[in-house]
Each structure stands twice: as structure tokens, then as C-alpha cells.
């Protein structure tokens, strides 16, 4: 945290949005009437789960990477053949926990291993796995937080996880109207706004921080020359703020960028697919264009 707030300008880690406020926070955002980006994946998921399914190989394990509320799996798990286990990974236990137990009563056959661990980093899955084809599943725009260097890192990292001949399944906002960009990120509700400010409430907690969020707003505006939103935090006046023994200084009007999200033509996720080592073998994409969902494989 310290390592980011010493930047120009100054950043934090949107890793750190997930504890279990930030959870519950992103649950109630998926649900928002301005936040398409989950509707309009579960509404591909439930319409194409069944021919995506058919291209996938029997008895595959599948590992969910940042599986959350384990929400989209399901339209999946119903269509593929007898697959052998599935492994969530997500840094929240609370949500790991929880998903596991309802999936686990859903499908009493299956095997259900949860990690818990930040996806981002290097994984070991050979004890939850066993032998057999492999399929990773990235939904939620995840991929768009990453820069595009760094999703491009990710991809292949995925890929080494899962192993040769693996498949991925990656789901992207795609690039739209300015203003439903800003009202998705911006919701009238504030919840948005909560769940940016939860990460410095975050902070004080753990860290022993002296963050007044009274004194921070949220804005995130479309940066449409790198193509993504962006999320910030501005301090409202000139303040110092104390995380345990160390002291940081802001102006006012001063930002904290804690997020960006990238929104992505076929073209431009092709090229970051190929750079990883994959290829894409099919695209889903809804009659709005809001949303698409890639397979990909080695």
C-alpha cells in the first residue's frame, strides 16, 4: 500500500477490494440496474452454456480463476459431459466457503476443491486436479483490471497452470457508448462509490491507517484514448494521512487510481489471446454488443 501511495500518481492494488465488505459490496453491484456487464454475460452463458459445453472434452476439470460467488458456473457445469472436479480460486474465504457448500449440495457427485489464493500469483493445482483434460474459466471482465501487457501475462500463466492442450473460457466487456460505460461505473445508488471507499476503510483497519472517507470521493471516467474506465479516489482537501508509523500527503483534488477496466474489440482480444499463446476457437457475442465470451485453447 505504502509502495503505491509514494507514486505519481498515486495508486493502490484493486486486489485489495476483496474482503468480505468488498464481496458482499461486488455481489450488490452484479445486481445494479446501470451494471449490464453481469447480465449480459449470464444471459450468453445461458443461451450458448450448452454449445460451449459440446466443444469442451468429457471428464474435464475445470478451475475457476477468481470464482467469487461461483454464480456463472453453474451454466456450465449443467451442460458438460461427467466433468471430474471443479476448483474455484478467489482471495475471498468467506465467498470460497459459502459457494463451495451450495455447490457441493447441487452437484453431490462432483468434486469440489476450493483454493484460497490471489489467481494472479503462481498456482499449484496438481493436488486438486486430477489427470485428464483441463478447462480454465476467467468470466466477469476480470481480465479488463489488467493492462494489456499484463493480461497478456495473465493468459499465459493460466495456461501453464492448466497445463498443454488446455482450454480457457474468458468473458470481455466490449467497447460501447460513453455514457453507459459512465453510469455502469458511477451508479446512482453509490454503491460503486462504497465499495472504492471500502479499501481505504480497508486500510484503517488493518493497517492501522487514518483514512476520514468523508474527505474521498469515487469517480471513474472513460479514458477513451487507452479504452477503459478508470477508478479513483480524490481527496476533497490537502490532508495527511497516517498508516502506522508512516505519514502520506495529499492536495486537494489529489487521486488514488485504484482500478481500471479495459474494454475490448474482438480484434484487440485476439491479439492479446495469440501474444499468450492461444487461439481463439470461438466467439459469443449478444445482439447489443455489450458483452463477449471467448474459448480459447493452446
Known amino acids: 500500500m505504502l509502495h503505491g501511495l509514494a507514486q505519481t500518481p498515486k495508486t493502490l492494488p ?3 477490494f476483496y474482503d468480505a465488505t468488498g464481496a458482499r459490496l461486488f455481489t450488490r453491484i452484479c445486481r445494479l440496474p446501470e451494471y449490464y456487464l453481469t447480465r449480459s454475460e449470464m444471459a450468453l452463458l445461458q443461451q450458448h452454456g450448452g454449445e460451449i459445453a459440446r466443444r469442451v472434452p ?3 476439470g475445470v478451475v475457476e480463476f477468481g470464482s467469487g460467488s461461483s454464480r456463472k458456473i453453474d451454466l456450465l457445469l449443467e451442460h458438460l459431459d461427467r466433468p471430474a472436479a471443479y476448483v474455484p480460486v478467489d482471495v475471498s474465504l468467506s465467498c470460497l466457503q459459502s459457494a463451495a457448500r451450495a455447490l457441493r449440495r447441487r452437484y453431490p457427485g462432483l468434486l469440489i476443491a476450493p483454493v484460497h489464493a490471489d489467481f494472479t500469483t503462481h498456482l499449484e493445482l496438481a493436488q486438486q486436479l486430477p489427470a485428464g483434460p483441463k478447462l480454465g474459466f476467467f468470466p466477469g471482465s476480470t481480465l479488463g483490471n489488467f493492462d494489456p501487457a499484463d493480461a497478456t501475462a495473465l493468459l499465459r500463466r493460466f495456461a501453464t497452470t492448466l497445463g498443454e492442450g488446455c482450454q480457457l ?3 470481455v466487456d466490449t467497447k460501447k457508448d ?3 460505460l459512465h453510469a455502469a461505473y ?3 445508488a453509490g454503491v460503486t462509490a462504497a465499495f472504492n471507499l471500502n479499501l481505504l476503510r480497508r486500510i484503517n483497519r488493518e493497517l492501522g491507517g487514518t483514512f476520514d472517507l468523508r474527505q474521498f470521493v469515487h469517480r471513474a471516467p472513460y479514458n477513451r484514448a487507452a479504452g477503459r474506465i478508470e477508478m479513483h479516489l480524490i481527496s ?4 495527511t494521512v497516517r498508516i502506522g508509523n508512516a505519514q502520506v500527503t495529499f492536495r486537494a483534488g489529489e487521486s488514488i487510481h485504484t482500478e481500471n477496466s479495459y474494454k475490448y474489440s474482438l ?5 492479446i489471446a495469440s501474444n ?4 481463439v476457437r470461438g466467439t459469443w457475442i449478444d445482439r447489443q454488443r455489450s458483452f463477449s465470451v471467448y474459448l480459447c485453447g493452446g
Open 14 to 16: 484493486c486486489t485489495y
Open 58 to 60: 468429457a471428464h474435464v
Open 169 to 171: 473460457i474468458v468473458g
Open 178 to 180: 460513453v455514457c453507459r
Open 186 to 188: 458511477n451508479d446512482a
Open 236 to 239: 476533497l482537501r490537502a490532508q
Open 267 to 271: 480484434a484487440d482480444f485476439t491479439a
Open 276 to 279: 499468450a499463446g492461444l487461439a
